[in-house]
């Protein structure tokens, strides 16, 4: 249960720099769910714009990589999450920019 709520979000994030324009923002995140609603909660991530659900536990917590998309920033959704129903706390945990033209096409196993 959230007693009380710390925002420090007074306007969305900042567009990328110029040189970073060519960059793709990845971003891994921990979402820590109820387990009765952790269902819901990942069809919500999975319906989200650039939000994608690799795993879970049964104990509600979900691994998530979002991405930047022309409707948000990739720290705009995080923020966001906090603010769904059964979701307890958000945590980034791995974040990388990657070179957009390196991520086209299919990656082949070895």
């Known amino acids: 249960m959230r007693v009380t709520r710390f925002d420090t979000r007074t306007a969305p994030a900042a567009p990328l720099p110029e040189t970073l324009n ?7 995140v921990l979402v820590y ?4 609603k952790c269902a819901a909660v990942m069809e919500r991530l999975n319906a989200t714009t650039g939000c994608e ?3 879970h536990s049964p104990d509600g917590r979900i691994v998530v990589v979002i991405e ?5 920033s990739a720290l705009d959704r ?6 769904w129903d059964g979701v307890a706390a958000s ?5 990388q920019f990657e070179d957009a033209t390196a991520l086209e096409g299919e990656i082949e196993a070895c």
């Open 53 to 55: 659900v690799h795993t």
């Open 33 to 36: 769910s109820t387990p009765e």
């Open 91 to 95: 945590a980034l945990v791995f974040h």
């Open 68 to 72: 930047d998309t022309a409707e948000a």
């Open 22 to 28: 060519d960059q793709v923002n990845i971003c891994g």
């Open 78 to 83: 995080l923020r966001d999450f906090n603010d």
